[in-house]
């Protein structure tokens, strides 16, 4: 059991609710806390102030007062108008994290929703409810239409899975036997308010990246100690020197991986691409923990517009904000998008040359019977068009800036867009790792001496009982599926291993 306060979360209590489904709790007081601000804030609405979204309709229309009926209306219809979302939907892990961002920001006090509300919210993560939100396109500011689509379902509209199967959210919540939430004024603003998803994708983004991370270093130390190609440019001494903490950490990594090896022996040059790997692996690393950096302080913000302040310089009342444009994030997974970009890379140079004879010491293409059989080379084709893949996503998307709802909404961060973009370029990086460890199998299967490095050689024995040699030609695409499924299960290298990652997911060094 988490209980839930005033003060935000961490990324610990984050992965406990989210992945791990631990139950909310939230004191009394804390929800009483919550009624009074509300209270405060409705009497400062009824002593006249106009209140955006509450006594007003919005955007364009910001300057249309409503009558009491009207209110009551507006706030249902926010939820349903605003959902008109395309494509596949979200990863429930993100939709699950955004309803809880959703609840931690409703505790602060000013965001001015009744305890009713909460205990709703937190009764629905409780009981795993899953909306459908499509992924997008959204053109609006902010996060309105996938929220629309989330909290929709809360009033009995939209889709809901359960146990697998897509049903009205109507259905589900009468399966639950619980009746439709009726937003009260200000409430069905608050739940499509703020920037909570563009947290839960980064979240989800900087795991996965760094994960693949992680593989890819694994991938580059076997195909070192298969080649024995000279690794001195990457020791940890030539790395102290450069002074970059974070090519240090990359370094120390390959060390592990490579103990044993004699790949610190030989004195010929690699190839570039195998001298920068600290650099751009360091640098991808940086990235990574860039945003980790941004979602740490996210976890303890709060994100809405408007806010009901109770003393703001000296003057209490509702505050718009630009709380929702989560720029902070969408440029943090631009720079993820090009640093995957730069991983993927490396990875198509290293399948390059483990394909040459002239860097590896195997036979070309590394075929047992050269000029009859073609080898391996198809798979370095492969990532050629990944690889083109992986630039073409990094272009920027968040420098877009278009007029909506007749000028009042004119700018937009893009952040689903720029999220879909990044995932699909993961997607390409984990099937480029995919072939390369393909091919470093068969490289292996080429050599008579066996590898010695304890964990390179648990590497080697998983990729063994998935894909066995190419004594022959043949297809290559299920090996490579078979191969993907262990990379996404993360089954090669140790993320906590000299990466720093576990100590990111379980919060430690956080304030």
Known sequence: ??????????????????????????????????????????????????????????GHFAGVELGAAEQDALQRSLLTARAAGLGPPLPAEVVRGAMLLRLTGFLSR????????????????????????PQGPYGAAGEIGPLAHLFQTFVGEGLVEVEGERITAAEALRRSGVEPFRPKPREGLAFIGGSPLATALAIRLTDRFRDLLEAATTAAALGLALTGMSARALSTEVAAIGGDED????????????????????????PVST???????????????????????????????????????????????????????????????????????????????LLDGRYSGLPDQLTSSPGVQAGVVVLHKSVVGLAASARLLAAPASVNAMDTSTGQEDVQS???????????????????????LVALRQAAALRTDPLVSSELSVTLAALASAVPPFDADRSASGDIQRVRALVRDGRFGSPSAGSGSQACRDGEGES
């Open 247 to 270: 090519e240090r950490r990359v370094c120390r990594r390959i060390a592990e991986l490579c103990e044993h090896q004699p790949v610190w022996e030989g004195t010929v040059q690699p």
């Open 110 to 133: 000013t965001v001015g929703v009744s305890a009713d509300a909460c205990r709703f919210l937190r009764a629905r993560i409780d009981e795993d409810w899953s909306p459908v939100v």
């Open 1 to 58: 059991m988490i209980e839930l306060g005033a003060d935000g979360i961490d990324r610990r209590a984050y992965a406990r609710i989210v992945h791990d489904r631990e139950r909310l709790e939230i004191a009394d007081e804390t929800l009483a806390a919550v009624d009074a601000a509300r209270a405060r804030m409705l009497a400062h609405v009824e002593a006249g102030s106009p209140a955006y979204g509450v006594t007003t309709g919005l």
């Open 414 to 436: 893009f952040t689903f867009l720029v999220a879909e973009r990044l995932d699909r370029a993961l997607d390409d990086l984990e099937a480029a790792i995919a072939c390369e």
């Open 275 to 353: 001298r920068i790997l600290p650099q751009v692996h360091g640098a991808a690393l940086g990235a990574i923990e860039a945003v980790d950096a941004v979602v740490a302080g996210r976890l303890r913000a709060v994100s809405d517009s408007p806010l009901f302040l109770e003393e703001a310089d000296g003057v209490e009342g509702i505050f718009p904000s630009g709380g929702f444009h989560a720029l902070r994030v969408t440029l943090g997974l631009e720079a993820l998008g090009i640093a995957v970009a730069h991983v993927v890379n490396l990875v198509e140079k290293r399948l390059h040359r």
